[in-house]
C-alpha cells in the first residue's frame, strides 16, 4: 500500500498527498496549519467518487491507519516535498516510529527530497529508502543517497532503466499506472511493481499475466 505523507501542526505524521485540504477536503488551508484532531474531522470525500458519508472518510494518521489494516504486508510511505525544517522532522519521526531493522522491514520511504534523503541515512540507516525520479537518468540520484528503490514516473523506464537498476540491487517500482495497456509493457519492462489509482482493475490484470508465465 502507497501511502503520501505530510506533517501536521502537531508534527505527527498524517496521510494526505496534497500540502493543502482544499481539493480532497471540504476545508481550505495547509496540511501544517490544521492538527491531527482536526485534519480526523474533515469530510475527505470532495474530489471522490459519490460514497456514502462515513466517520472513515477522513485524513488519517499513519499510526492510526498502520493500526487499522494489520493485513497489509508492506507499506509504500511517500514522503512529498516540503519545507527543510518539515523533512528534517519527519525523518525524526520516521526513525522514532521505525527505530530496529525488524520493525522498518514492512515498510520502504520514498520521497524526491534530498533533505530528507540526508537526514534518514544519518538518523536511521537501516530503513529501506527509494528515490522518486521523474528524469529519464535517476542513477546519479540513486547513487549518491544509496537508495534501494527507484520509483519512477512509469513513462520515463525502459529496458535499459530496468535493467541497469536490477544489477545494482535497485527494485523498480513505476507510478501512476491506471492503464492496462501500460501494466502490460511495464510487466513485460520486469518492473518490481507499480502505483495505480485503480488496484481493482491492476491486480486481476498482473494476477492473469503472473499465471499466463508460470512454467507448466
Known sequence: MEL???LSRDEQLVVIHDDKVNRTTFNKGKVHQFSVEELANMD???SAPPWPPSSTAVIHSLDLLIEATPEIMQYNLDVKSGQKQHMLRIAELLATRFPTAALAESIVVTSSSEVLHQALRQQAPHIRRGYISIRPNPFPMLLKHECSVLSATWRTLNIMTVRHAHAQGIE???????DPLAINTLYRLKVDGIITDYPSMALPLV???MGANQPV
Open 207 to 209: 494476477g492473469k499475466l
Open 44 to 46: 475527505a470525500r470532495r
Open 4 to 6: 503520501d505523507l505530510r
Open 172 to 178: 523498480v517500482v513505476a507510478w501512476t499506472v491506471n
